[in-house]
């Protein structure tokens, strides 16, 4: 593979950017790999484990000479972060993200930047409920879609060389508008985890069934209501009230279809209920389809998920 950046800067070392660094590093895409994490125990946990080349203890002098800088932190704090490395940023370098909502992080972080570098959001639909530096592993890409949002006018020399990284990291690649992003997924991902979060509420709530049943007896679909509820807090809070419009439509739509339901388990009606399974059955089938799961019931808790 050949090597797209000379440098590339990693802010934030959670799952994505632990797994950015090796995914990297299997291919060769990059000459060097340096890395800033806010925490100075992650800092250390970095080290110990030979995540990047080179870990900074100053943000600043991280993104000093990069030709890439990717923001791995939290959406919520993502402008703060631009703010401090804006007058610190190469100029000519690109400025990336793996944000899940776009339209706030342009909005947050674009202002920040200088004209002389380019500024391409991105959001790889990848990850597992478990977080930190040692989360990491370099196949959490392959075959999955990393979706490219940049602004008008952004260098296509620029978008092509991020668009070689992410296709050498394994991913499948496309660009989309921020507003298009936000809502499709609201659909795919945000709404099903506030779902799921609910979900386990409830159960959590339920005085009539007390919590080791809840835990012996879960079928696969509990099961994976709390695999999606493990995911990390600070995240998932910041999504929702990034992207409340979207998410607040879609939840709308849900409510709605929800009702629907509920009136024909009241009202016996079987034929409405078998013709909404049939439907959405069809749906699983085109996602395993599509290369984007498969069949076999143990998904998502292989070995690298540390299951």
Known sequence: MTKVYDR???????????????????SGLAGEVVGFARSAETRDTARKIGLCDHVYDDVKEAVKDADLVVLCVPVGVMGTVAAEIAGSLKAGATVSDVGSVKQDVIQSVGPHLPDNVHFIPAHPLAGTEHSGPEAGFAELFDNRWCLLVPAENTSTDAIAQLRALWEGMGSNVEEMDAE???????????????IAYTMVGVADDLGRVTDGEVIKYSAAGFRDFTRIAASDPTMWRDVFLSNKEATLEILGRFTEELFALQRAIRTGDGDHLFDYFTRTRAIRRGIIEAGQDTAAPNFGRGAKDGE
């Open 180 to 194: 298009h992003h936000d809502l499709v997924l609201a659909v795919t991902s945000h709404a099903p985890h506030l």
């Open 8 to 26: 590339v800067a990693l802010i934030g070392l959670g799952l994505i950017a632990s797994s950015m660094f090796w995914a990297m590093k299997r």
